[in-house]
């Protein structure tokens, strides 16, 4: 069974930073996509960052053009969120998501505060 957990919320200043990582565990082939969402209080979930398979390609929300950075790990089935220059408005709950050919998972979420 395929297990998301993503680490690394916490609570920051605005202008801190915070990195988000995603580990998943079980057996998972042929990944084609891997990304960050946020869902804000009150707010439909909306797409952060992508890195489509191979790590070559990566989307942002314009919201985090500049400010964040999707990475894979060389363990393959890692991904992190380098998130710097928070604002306020980055506030939210942050999950990550695995895309297959044939599934897509979800972790449960891990929650980012930022302070004014």
């Known amino acids: 069974q395929v297990q998301l957990v993503e680490s690394g919320g916490g609570l920051v200043q605005a202008g801190g930073s915070l990195r988000l990582s995603c580990v998943a565990s079980g057996s998972i082939f042929s990944i084609n996509a891997m990304g960050w969402y946020r869902q804000a209080p009150g707010k439909q979930r909306e797409l952060v960052a992508i890195?489509?398979?191979?790590?070559?390609?990566?989307n942002y929300a314009d919201s985090v053009k500049g400010r964040f950075t999707i990475s894979r790990g060389n363990a393959k089935n890692t991904v992190y969120l380098q998130m710097n220059s928070l604002k306020p408005e980055d506030t939210a709950d942050y999950y990550c998501r695995i895309t297959t050919y044939v599934n897509a998972y979800w972790g449960q979420g891990t929650q980012v505060t930022v302070s004014s």
């Open positions: 890195i489509i398979s191979g790590g070559s390609s990566a």
